[in-house]
């Protein structure tokens, strides 16, 4: 298996700019998770879906940020405008099905992300 | 109280020596219990799930004490590949949305 892949793996952009990442997960798991990673806030969920469904987006910073699944294999995290206070390094994960019991999560390389 | 507590350490350790992490958590109702390890640079990747009776992976234990709320992970024989960030993740009462403590750093020298 290919593992969580993550797109693009590096991104500077300008302040202002959208910026789009995106997350494949490994191929049967049913949740998909959005984490932000920084050495101030350590690493945050951002939203958690489950079966494409966006189950709890309380993390999500403010509406700059927008995450959709239109299907199982596919999943985008959205900042617009971006701010040089959201560069990170941004994770998908997965794991095969919440509330199985096990639930052990496989991250993605993740994307760092600079705003200048 | 924090979700989730770690001592974010670091601990520097030679190589053979037996070192011992905690994490506390607050919520009572929190079933999932695990150690990720995290290398510099790198995407956190599962340890070990950590169970009420407790469990051992090789020179790794893990143990759960309920009443005082609190995970350990032991590591014994220490080599200089263990260095890493060790995160505690504790899966919020009630559902199983993970939070993760800020880890606890680890440097193991010769």
Not at chain 1, 12 to 21: D, P, S
Not at chain 1, 37 to 55: A, D, H, K, S
Not at chain 2, 71 to 90: E, W
């Amino acid at each position: 298996d290919a593992g969580v892949i993550q797109s693009p793996r590096h991104e500077v952009t300008e302040m202002g700019q959208e910026v789009t990442l995106r997350c494949k997960p490994i191929s049967g798991h049913n949740s998909l998770f959005w984490y932000r990673q920084t050495m101030m806030r350590g690493l945050e969920l951002l939203i958690y879906f489950n079966n494409n469904v966006p189950i709890d987006d309380s993390g999500m910073p403010e509406d700059r940020f927008s995450a959709k699944m239109p299907n199982a294999s596919f999943s985008t995290l959205k900042i617009q405008p971006s701010e040089p206070r959201d560069s990170a390094v941004y994770f998908c994960a997965s794991s095969l099905e919440v509330g199985s019991g096990r639930n052990e999560q496989f991250f993605g390389p993740g994307t760092r992300l600079t705003v200048l | 109280r924090k979700e989730v507590e770690q001592d974010p350490g670091p601990f520097n350790v030679p190589e053979g020596a037996t070192v011992a992490f905690n994490c506390t958590y607050s919520n009572s109702a929190s079933q999932s219990f695990f150690w990720y390890r995290q290398d510099c640079r790198k995407e956190p990747k599962l340890l070990m799930s950590v169970y009420s009776s407790g469990n051992e992976d090789g020179r790794f234990t893990a143990q759960l004490n309920r009443a005082s709320q609190y995970i350990s992970l032991l590591i014994r024989d220490s080599k200089l590949s263990d260095s890493a960030t060790y995160l505690c993740v504790v899966n919020r009462g009630g559902s199983y949305i993970p939070t993760f403590g800020r880890g606890t750093s680890l440097i193991v020298h010769p």
